[in-house]
């Protein structure tokens, strides 16, 4: 059984930077890519950025790059995922999951996931 436990979350105001972090147990970390996504009340979750299992490649979608950079560090089975430049917009429960069947850029890669942290950023 996989636990994903996210923390880091909290308000800040509109340029400001937080880091998100997901602590892993129960089954071997470095098998697996990770990744984040963020979900609104009542709606899908949405891809922000994954990770490869040796945490060589990254991924990003387009509206987070150059500002988010997510990160694993296999020692401490943790994925992280700092955001910086925060914008209104980024405003979301940002959840943390583990891509067992495949790179990870789509929902349907993963079997785990965590309950999310939220972030709120405020103008």
């Known amino acids: 059984q996989v636990q994903l436990v996210e923390s880091g979350g909290g308000q800040v105001q509109a340029g400001g930077s937080l880091r998100l972090s997901c602590a892993a147990s129960?089954?071997?970390?470095?098998?697996?890519?990770m990744g984040w996504f963020r979900q609104a009340p009542g709606k899908d979750r949405l891809f922000v950025a994954t990770?490869?299992?040796?945490?060589?490649?990254?991924y990003y979608t387009g509206s987070v790059k150059c500002r988010f950079t997510i990160s694993r560090d296999k020692a401490k089975n943790t994925v992280y995922l700092q955001m910086n430049s925060l914008k209104p917009e980024d405003k979301e429960v940002y959840l943390c999951?583990?891509?067992?069947?495949?790179?990870?850029?789509?929902?349907?890669?993963?079997?785990?996931w965590g309950k999310g942290t939220q972030v709120t950023v405020s103008s």
């Open positions: 999951g583990m891509a067992t069947r495949g790179i990870g850029h789509s929902q349907s890669e993963y079997d785990y």
């Open positions: 129960g089954r071997t970390f470095g098998a697996y890519a």
């Open positions: 990770i490869n299992q040796e945490g060589s490649n990254t």
